[in-house]
T-cell receptor, first 111, second 113 residues
Framework: NAGVTQTPKFQVLKTGQSMTLQCAQD?????MSWYRQDPGMGLRLIHYSVGAGITDQGEVPNGYNVSRSTTEDFPLRLLSAAPSQTSVYFC??????????FGQGTRLTVV | SQQGEEDPQALSIQEGENATMNCSYK?????LQWYRQNSGRGLVHLILIRSNEREKHSGRLRVTLDTSKKSSSLLITASRAADTASYFCATDKRTGANSKLTFGKGITLSVRP
């Protein structure tokens, strides 16, 4: 049972480039979320989804897009990377209103 | 804005001592959860307490919830060096079928051997 899998683990982008952070879970969880973690800021919610075809914005959605075409996958797209998006990104999933399971994170640097 | 605020920001104790961490939040919640993060890793769930519960235990962990004061505390008894990590509280707020899990900034716990 893999749980929540994020790829890649590390990425360096140039300003203006676009990329997709992948997140997949094999627990059939309906809820999936993306967070970013910055020093001194804790985890901030970017986007979340309560099921396939349904997404909503969190605290810091600007510059990011998401879609949820399947229960398993919840990719996060950076449209035009900026240095302010340098961060560690975590994907999480959960069943209903229970505990969340986190991936190992993607460390992104935008130069 | 972030819902939960942990206190203190950093805590350093000797192995064998108890560690108490606090979390305050602003709006009504459905449940509150505590997570742990080791350096460079993802978060791991520790314990969940529902809004109609006042206290919960899990091994060396004890969590309390006071909804009238909008606060929670996490007690780790008989701490070990391996408990060194960051600890986060997260509030679960439901709106219809939606549920948002919002985290605080975290507490850095150092347990000295």
């Amino acid at each position: 049972n893999a749980g929540v899998t994020q790829t890649p683990k590390f990425q360096v982008l140039k300003t203006g480039q676009s990329m997709t952070l992948q997140c997949a879970q094999d627990m059939n969880h309906e809820y999936m979320s993306w967070y970013r973690q910055d020093p001194g800021m804790g985890l901030r919610l970017i986007h979340y989804s309560v099921g396939a075809g349904i997404t909503d914005q969190g605290e810091v959605p600007n510059g990011y897009n998401v879609s949820r075409s399947t229960t398993e996958d919840f990719p996060l797209r950076l449209l035009s990377a900026a240095p302010s998006q340098t961060s560690v990104y975590f994907c999480a999933s959960r069943r209903g209103f229970a505990e969340a399971f986190f991936g190992q994170g993607t460390r992104l640097t935008v130069v | 804005s972030q819902q939960g605020e942990e206190d203190p920001q950093a805590l350093s104790i000797q192995e064998g001592e108890n560690a108490t961490m606090n979390c305050s939040y602003k709006t009504s919640i459905n449940n509150l959860q505590w997570y742990r993060q080791n350096s460079g890793r993802g978060l791991v769930h520790l314990i969940l307490i529902r809004s109609n519960e006042r206290e919960k235990h899990s091994g060396r962990l004890r969590v309390t919830l006071d909804t009238s004061k909008k606060s929670s505390s996490l007690l780790i008894t008989a701490s070990r060096a391996a408990d060194t990590a960051s600890y986060f509280c997260a509030t679960d707020k439901r709106t219809g079928a939606n549920s948002k899990l919002t985290f605080g900034k975290g507490i850095t716990l150092s347990v000295r051997p």
